[in-house]
Structure formats: C-alpha cells, structure tokens
C-alpha cells in the first residue's frame, strides 16, 4: 500500500476538528441567544426553557474548550517515519488487511472517526480509546488483531506501517 503524506493526514484532522470547533461555536452563541431574548423569559416558576438553554450553552461551550485543548494536542503531534520493525504508536499510519480488502488508520490521540482522503487514499482516524485503537497500540507489522464490531469479531492483519 502506498501511504499518503503524514503532515497532509495531520492537517486533515485539524481541518475537520477545527470546522466542529467553528460549529461549536457558532451554535454556542445562538444557544446563549436564545437564554438571553426576552421570550425566553419565564411565564411561571415551572418554566425553565431559559434555565435549560443555559445549561446547554454551558455544556457546548465546555465541548468546544475541550476540542480547543485537543487541536493543541494534534498540532504538536510527532510525526516520526515508522519503519516494519517499528511498534504502533500515536502518529503511525497503518495499513490493515482483512476479508472486505485493505484500509489505512491514522492512530491520533484525538479525531477519532473522521474520515477523509489524502494523496488518493481514504484515512480513517481512530485514537488510543476506540476498540481498533486499543488492539493496535504495541503491535507490528504482521500481527493479527481481532476487534469486536456490532457482535462478531473481526480479524484484521497488520500489513503495513509508516
């Protein structure tokens, strides 16, 4: 398998974690909005719509901190070349191999499940705390994992990393 660029895969995830952030954000403020206008305000002691929104802006707005923190984090990702003998570590990009055919992993510590293209070639990220994640970190090039998806075990093959 031919690998795309790492820096290029990197950027990809910051790009995709960054739009969520802009979202967040956006959605933070039209929330605060919503608490904040005057049919918002309580009919009775049993209305709560304003209080609600509140909590809801402060737990989007926690969120996006957290995803704020995280793109820190990426951003400052080593980006070492993995060689066959090498150990999976954040920052390999992994080739695996099973029945449907072969696919490329990012491992990152945050970004898990964003997907997208590089160099001609589909990226799925998944980090230290999914399933695959879990399964890979440690191994090499020619072991076999097994990974439980919606209640069958997978195995897949490690065939490659960079």
Do not use: W
Request: proline share 3%; with cysteine.
């Amino acid at each position: 398998m031919r690998f795309p660029d790492k820096t290029r895969v990197l950027e990809g995830i910051v790009a995709a974690l960054s739009g969520t952030l802009a979202q967040l954000a956006k959605g933070v403020a039209e929330i605060r909005q919503g608490a904040t206008h005057a049919e918002a305000k309580p009919e009775n002691d049993k209305d709560t719509r304003a209080l609600e929104q509140s909590y809801l802006a402060r737990g989007q707005a926690m969120r996006a901190e957290a995803l704020a923190d995280e793109l820190v984090l990426l951003r400052s990702l080593e980006l070492s070349t993995l060689g066959p003998d090498d150990i999976i570590r954040a920052g390999a990009l992994i080739a695996l191999e099973d029945d449907d055919g072969t696919r490329c992993v990012f491992l990152a510590p945050h970004g898990g499940g964003v997907s997208f293209e590089v160099d001609g070639v589909a990226v799925t990220v998944v980090t230290p705390v999914s399933a695959l994640g879990r399964a890979l970190l440690g191994r090499q090039v020619g072991d076999d994992v097994e990974v439980r998806v919606r209640n069958s075990v997978r195995t897949l093959s490690i065939v490659a990393i960079a």
